[in-house]
């Protein structure tokens, strides 16, 4: 069936440092692809998207690109700041109308 | 302003005793969700609905009912609450499948 399969964390890195955050996918069909973003107490927002293969989505300095070939859709930013620190998921559009998340990945930025 | 609300935002109840989380989005979208977060596991779709009086069931529909009476409301009803449903739950609308979500702040359940 569909599903995410999403790094572990936590993940705990200095600011300004380079992040990736893993995420491959299982799907039928051509799934959109989705990072959301969720900070302490909250909900969960969208970060950013990717509708079909090769498309990258990007949103306050991160970005993701859509790879049909290796079922993936990473996440990645080029220098963290503290106020990035949050729990992020992958998530797919799956068969039957249905979302499907990963587990999140708990990231810690330290001045 | 354009947003989906969740009520109570904490609730402690006993094993048995029926409850209701409302869920509200302003924004005229089709499609609502409901999940359960949980430690390690992330998030998993309870029940969704495509439209007014079409609902279906996700991952992990086992122990809640829904409804969806007006597009603009998809109440969460636990008939028999257990510890086991004890956990924090999201409701989350859609313009339509398969767009982009948009979450309320979250229901932290408690069932002892």
């Known amino acids: 069936g569909d599903s995410v399969t999403q790094m572990e964390g936590p993940v705990t890195l200095s600011e300004e440092a380079f992040l990736t955050i893993n995420c491959t996918y299982t799907?039928?069909?051509?799934?959109?692809l989705f990072w959301y973003v969720q900070y302490p107490g909250e909900g969960l927002q969208l970060l950013l998207k990717a509708t079909k293969a090769d498309d990258k989505g990007s949103n306050k300095g991160f970005e993701a690109t859509y790879r049909k070939e290796t079922t993936s859709f990473h996440l990645e930013k080029g220098s963290v700041q503290v106020s990035d620190s949050a729990v992020y998921f992958c998530?797919?559009?799956?068969?039957?109308?249905?979302?499907?998340f990963g587990t999140g990945t708990s990231l810690t930025v330290i001045p | 302003e354009a947003q989906v609300t969740q009520n109570p935002r904490y609730l402690i109840t006993v094993t048995g005793k029926k409850l209701t989380v409302t869920c509200s989005q302003n924004m005229n979208h089709e499609y609502m969700s409901w999940y359960r977060q949980d430690p390690g596991l992330g998030l998993r779709q309870i029940y969704y609905?495509?439209?007014?009086?079409?609902?279906d069931k996700g991952d992990v529909p086992e122990g809640y009912k829904v409804s969806r009476k007006e597009k603009r409301n998809f109440p969460l009803i636990l008939e028999s609450p257990s510890p086991n449903q004890t956990s924090l739950y999201f409701c989350?609308?859609?313009?339509?499948?398969?767009?982009?979500?948009?979450f309320g702040p979250g229901t932290r359940l408690t069932v002892t």
């Open positions: 609905s495509m439209n007014v009086e079409v609902t």
């Open positions: 799907a039928t069909g051509y799934p959109s």
């Open positions: 998530a797919l559009t799956g068969t039957g109308n249905q979302f499907y």
């Open positions: 989350a609308s859609s313009l339509d499948f398969p767009y982009e979500q948009y």
